[in-house]
């Protein structure tokens, strides 16, 4: 039997207990003694959350390792208080058949930092023309709930239409990258004066909002269950609240970065800033904030993109979108929500463990930590800091906006099946 003992963490930010966990379970809290050959965790004044689960990960293995590999993906999870990701679909090949979500699902059984949850492709090869085999893949060894074209949006209303009625019966979601590609051709940031005046061609901010309107009303028709990813505007937080209060089946999530940086950002065309959705004006921000804290959005989830140095030193109009964030995360949701004191920890748990979990259906993860659990923790430092530069990022590719700064709290520990993943920050 193998035994951790963690000493005096407060659990979601409250009282400081022992916890015994043995074979990966939880077993005992409050005041433990260790025995001879028990690991220790030192965790006085550090919060303990569930591990945390991100909704929203490309781990871009098969096909693209030059950016990240399933492996070097989880250890930047791990460093960043995970212990589940959800694997998106635009790999190559796609995750669009039984053989590939397999693939993934074993690559992180072998990385053994994380668990690793494939995400099936909505439609063959991303390419919006008909269904990929959702059936198949719910059925799979990788049990597959969470189905996205995410990078491409689901636009044609009667495909969307018919996978939603697919995926019900599973108790599947499908998760829309909200774009409608005929308002953003050739869209380089969100349309604004600001885009006017330097000249990029903008993303409006309907492009998202009208989106999500047809497709909550196209949940409501279905009766399936519709999870919008990366939210970024005011306009679809009206949306959603709409929705919700008339008891449509939809969750949504929104990125760290929409929760602190916005369209300011590129003025300066650096290229670590372009990202889609774009980013926002300081009012979509302010919303976001709000929604997530009284529940209109469920999730932050990091829409972790990496991309080879090379992608992203190229100019503005020639550079890839996306940023990675699983490391940065935890620490940017405590800027933006608990250090202004619009969520508590219990909240920061709801919405990066608990909730995830819950929409993608992934059990033994995001539950309360309590005696008989599974033993998945992140141990927080709300006092200590993030240093955001070379040495601390875990991934294969450097593409933060945050290069350079400072963010609050640390993740101290992170544990896994009951083993330490990241002890005193260094990741096994």
């Known amino acids: ?41 030192d965790a006085d004044g550090l919060v303990a959350l569930p591990g945390l689960v991100d909704l929203h990960t490309h781990l871009r293995e098969p096909g693209f390792e030059q950016s ?96 939603l009625e697919y995926v019900a019966p599973f108790d599947g979601v499908i998760a829309q990258h909200a774009q409608e590609p005929a308002l953003t051709v050739g869209a380089q940031m969100h349309e604004s004066p600001l885009s006017g005046e330097l000249g990029l061609a903008g993303w409006p901010s309907v492009a998202e909002s009208s989106i999500v309107a047809r497709d909550v009303l196209l949940a409501e028709a279905t009766g399936a269950r519709l999870h919008v990813c990366h939210v970024s505007t005011a306009e679809t937080v009206d949306v959603l609240r709409w929705a919700k209060a008339r008891g449509i089946r939809v969750t949504a999530e929104v990125t760290p970065h929409h929760l602190v940086l916005t369209e300011e950002e590129v003025r300066g065309y650096d290229a670590r800033f372009k990202v889609n959705p774009p980013l926002r004006a300081a009012s979509d921000v302010e919303a976001l904030r709000a929604a997530l804290a009284d529940g209109t959005i469920d999730v932050v989830a990091t829409d972790h993109a990496p991309h080879p140095m090379e992608a992203k030193r190229a100019a503005w109009a020639d550079a890839a979108m996306g ?55 992140a141990l927080v430092d709300p006092h200590g800091s993030t240093p955001v530069d070379l040495e601390h990022l875990h991934g294969r590719s450097t593409n933060s906006p945050f290069l350079g700064r400072t963010l609050p709290g640390r993740v101290v520990h992170t544990v896994y099946r009951g083993r330490a993943t990241v002890q005193d920050g260094v990741v096994a």
């Not at 959800?86 to 790999?91: D, L």
């Not at 990675?324 to 463990?353: C, F």
């Not at 929409?359 to 539950?367: A, Q, S």
Request: some cysteine; overall charge negative.
């Open 323 to 377: 940023m990675v964030g699983l490391e940065t995360a935890l620490a940017v949701v405590q800027e933006a929500m608990v250090d202004t004191g619009l969520l508590d920890w219990a909240g920061v748990a709801r919405v990066m463990a608990s909730a995830p979990a819950r929409i993608g259906r992934l059990e033994g993860f995001g539950g309360a930590i309590e005696v008989g659990a599974p033993a998945h923790l």
């Open 1 to 41: 039997m193998t035994t951790l003992v963690v000493r005096g963490a407060r659990i979601l930010g409250l009282d400081a207990a022992d916890l015994t966990i043995e074979d990966g379970v939880v077993t005992a809290i409050g005041t433990a003694s260790a025995p001879a050959d028990a690991t220790v965790l």
């Open 68 to 163: 990240e590999t399933v492996a070097t993906g989880v250890r930047a999870a791990a460093a960043g208080g995970y212990a589940a990701v959800f694997a998106m679909a635009n790999t190559k090949p796609v995750a669009d058949t039984v053989a590939v979500v397999e693939q993934v699902a074993e690559l992180g059984r072998r990385a053994g930092l994380a668990h690793v949850q494939p995400i099936g492709a909505v439609t063959v090869g991303l390419a919006g023309e008909r269904l990929a085999d959702l059936g198949m893949m719910a059925r799979s060894a990788a049990q597959v709930r969470v189905f996205s074209d995410d990078g491409h949006c689901v636009h044609d209303a009667q495909l969307m239409r018919r996978a």
